[in-house]
């Protein structure tokens, strides 16, 4: 089994949205901006430079915008902060209406910075991933199969700690939304790649019965239920002494 890299993932992502992402509205710069988040390219290429450095792409600073287009920054970024702290406050699929009246935004003018709630689900996406990069890495850690797979669980309960709501959120969209499928994909095959490169050489690449029992063992619902019975400390504990036994 091959590891898979983020430029791999880009790739899968571009084929499985290539033929439904919807095209970008031309109305106005804002509109084209966001509807372009849906477009598979734009999404991808945004995807791959977050992970692979943190952060969104560059885009233009505060003192090159105009006041129009300063005000229309504050706003969208007023949307999307609401948006997300809905979803953090455990509301997976917001409505237009609530998210209006939590940023003060209103609904009319939500809809002029995001042409469809697809497109306000992508900009929270680039929103997230930056923040849940370094949980997401390659680099596997030296030492031990003991050290490592604690480092393991430890990044993995950061990731939950961080993206667990935004997840479910994604798990809870994903039967209609093109994006958020993409994304479950694309975070589903992610961390379980993590677990093969992680805890090699102790674990064989193709030994997909040990690799499935890991995967389940290291998922979001395990790990807050584990959190919430045992406390975070002893998670962490119980689950990276379960890896050692299961990989040794």
């Known amino acids: 089994m091959t590891a898979v ?85 455990g509301n997976p699929e917001p409505t237009i209406a609530e998210i209006a009246v939590a940023s003060g935004v209103s609904e009319r003018t939500i809809f002029r910075y995001f042409p469809d709630r697809e497109a306000l689900f992508s900009a929270l996406v680039f929103e997230v991933v930056p923040r849940v990069a370094q949980y997401l890495s390659f680099d596997r850690p030296k030492g031990p199969l003991a050290e490592r797979a604690s480092a393991l669980v430890a990044q993995r309960c950061g990731f939950v700690r961080v993206a667990g709501p935004f997840a479910r959120a994604v798990e809870t969209l994903s039967p209609h939304s093109p994006v958020a499928a993409m994304m479950l994909q694309m975070r589903r095959t992610r961390l379980r790649d993590q677990i093969i490169i992680w805890l090699g050489p102790e674990l064989v690449v193709d030994d997909t019965d040990r690799i499935a029992v890991l995967d389940a063992l290291l998922s979001r619902t395990v790990i807050e239920q584990l959190t919430a019975e045992l406390g975070p400390d002893e998670a962490i504990h119980a689950l990276s002494q379960s890896i050692v036994r299961i990989v040794s």
Do not use: Y
């Open 5 to 89: 890299t983020p430029s791999d993932i880009a790739t899968a992502a571009n084929a499985s949205l290539s033929a439904e992402a919807p095209a970008a509205n031309t109305a106005t710069d804002a509109a084209a901006t966001d509807a372009a988040a849906t477009d598979t390219t734009a999404l991808t290429s945004a995807l791959e430079f977050a992970l692979a450095n943190g952060t969104v792409s560059p885009s233009t600073e505060p003192s090159e915008l105009d006041g129009r287009k300063l005000r229309a920054e504050r706003g969208r970024s007023a949307v999307l902060n609401a948006a997300l702290d809905l979803v953090n406050s």
